[in-house]
């Protein structure tokens, strides 16, 4: 089956320092990567879409600047956290798509970010 | 974001019930509905989905009804177990490429 494998699975890291998350799939090309945010004991929220070669869509109310989107290849796209604050703190999650019709949606492991 | 309202946000059942959980779309386009299970610190994992040309699907203990008209699915899990006690997540999107909306989600906590 499709695998998809996100790296790191835990980061800590100082206020104030860029992190990045690293999400890749490993046994097939993927058109499309999903970046969610999950709050503990909340559900997955949107972060933004991205398509291999082009600019990641993001959600309304998503800082581009501060969530960089990079998805340079068909099997792999980053989530790079800039100048990082506590508030950002939370669980990342990519998941990953063929774009065909009858194949699902892939997620990651996930990487919890804590920032002190 | 079209909604997506899954319910209840928490159930517990005892070993071989079979837990319900519900969800209500909006949006007619939606043509995918999974179903996700989630354990902590984990993403989720596909569990079982259906396409709203059918009203049911069964995979092993996992059984999605579909309603098309009213436009809410559930998701059933026979024989509960321990192992299964995780957040569920149900989820509508398009044909795949398109992004997923998520319920809210369910925990579920199966008793021995």
């Known amino acids: 089956g499709a695998v998809v494998s996100q790296h790191p699975s835990r980061v800590i890291c100082k206020s104030g320092t860029s992190v990045k998350i690293e999400c890749r799939s490993l046994?097939?090309?993927?058109?499309?990567m999903f970046w969610y945010r999950q709050f503990p004991k909340q559900s997955l929220m949107l972060m933004a879409t991205?398509?291999?070669?082009?600019?990641?869509?993001?959600e309304q109310g998503v800082e581009k600047d501060k969530f960089l989107i990079n998805h340079a290849s068909l099997t792999l796209s980053t989530l790079t956290v800039t100048s990082a604050h506590p508030e950002d703190s939370s669980f990342y999650i990519c998941?990953?798509?063929?774009?065909?019709?009858?194949?699902?949606?892939?997620f990651g492991s996930g990487t919890r970010l804590t920032v002190v | 974001q079209q909604q997506v309202k899954q319910s209840p946000q928490s159930l517990i059942v005892q070993k071989g019930g079979i837990p319900i959980i519900n969800c209500a779309y909006e949006n007619t386009a939606f043509d995918y509905f999974p179903w996700y299970q989630q354990f902590p610190g984990k993403g989720p994992a596909l569990l079982i989905a259906?396409?709203?040309?059918?009203s049911e699907k069964k995979e092993g203990r996992f059984t999605i009804s579909f309603n098309k008209s009213a436009k809410q699915f559930s998701l059933h899990i026979m024989d509960s177990q321990p192992g299964d006690s995780a957040t569920y997540f149900c989820?509508?999107?398009?044909?795949?490429?398109?992004?997923?909306?998520f319920g809210g989600g369910t925990r579920l906590m199966v008793k021995p």
């Open positions: 998941s990953a798509t063929l774009g065909e019709a009858n194949y699902g949606y892939t």
């Open positions: 991205s398509n291999e070669g082009s600019k990641a869509t993001y």
């Open positions: 046994d097939f090309q993927a058109t499309t």
């Open positions: 259906i396409r709203p040309d059918v």
């Open positions: 989820a509508a999107g398009g044909d795949a490429g398109n992004m997923l909306t």
